[in-house]
């Protein structure tokens, strides 16, 4: 699962400054765009998303997180493990693959106490690159225009991670980004069933909600 997950404020990070700067001179005379945020990211948020161009160029743009379900719930995460079977995301699998840049995410390891709150984040890296797919839907209050939502592919838990919570985000190595958009079905188990085990740095947030 990955329910929320981090775009941190600050600026020295090159690949989320470019991303934001790419985002601002094509978007920023959208709403949209002002509704872009930062800082721990929720369900609903609107957020950089990027997505392909061309065959060898990606654009940015901005997405809200969650695609409603058939009975109105918000979907925010998608099973690597049944995306293709699912009537839902089965379009978007083949056709709408897209990539969330962050910088990290939570998780909540359920204790018989409570539910004790980590903030995971890469031990080598800076930033973050989730698999993703998205959807254009008809805006519900604005007749003709319409809404690009997107959800998070999770996939069984690895390495130390297991020991917080049973599932995570498809995390997409950043020279595979290209490969995971514009690619077969075969590179895209490819990267689902990738082999190597992350290595996160695990900070305990006690329990913060």
């Given amino acids: 699962m990955c329910g929320r997950f981090i775009i941190d404020n600050d600026d020295n990070i090159a690949d989320m400054r470019l991303i934001f700067e790419k985002l601002k001179k094509f978007y920023s005379d959208t709403v949209e765009f002002q509704n872009v945020k930062k800082g721990e990211i929720f369900p609903s948020d609107t957020v950089p998303i990027i997505i392909p161009e061309k065959e060898t160029k990606m654009d940015v743009v901005p ?47 359920k204790l018989e106490t409570g ?24 805006d519900p209050v604005i007749k003709g225009k319409e809404q690009v939502r997107f959800v998070i592919i999770t996939r069984e838990a690895r390495g130390l991670i297991r020991s917080i919570h049973h599932r995570m985000p498809v995390v997409v190595e ?5 490969k995971w958009m514009n690619g077969t079905k075969s590179n895209i188990y490819e990267i689902f069933n990738e082999p190597t085990v992350p290595e996160y740095t695990f900070t305990n947030l006690g329990g913060a909600g």
């Fill in 174 to 178: 950043r020279k595979d980004i290209l």
């Fill in 115 to 138: 539910k004790e709150k980590y903030m995971i984040r890469p031990a080598y890296s800076n930033m973050l690159y989730f698999a993703g797919i998205y959807e254009k839907l008809p």
């Fill in 63 to 109: 997405m809200q997180w969650g695609i409603r379900g058939y009975y109105g719930n918000l979907l925010i995460n998608a099973r690597c493990e049944g995306v293709f079977q699912k009537k839902i995301f089965k379009d978007s699998i083949v056709n709408k693959r897209c990539v969330i840049p962050a910088n990290g995410f939570f998780e909540w390891a």
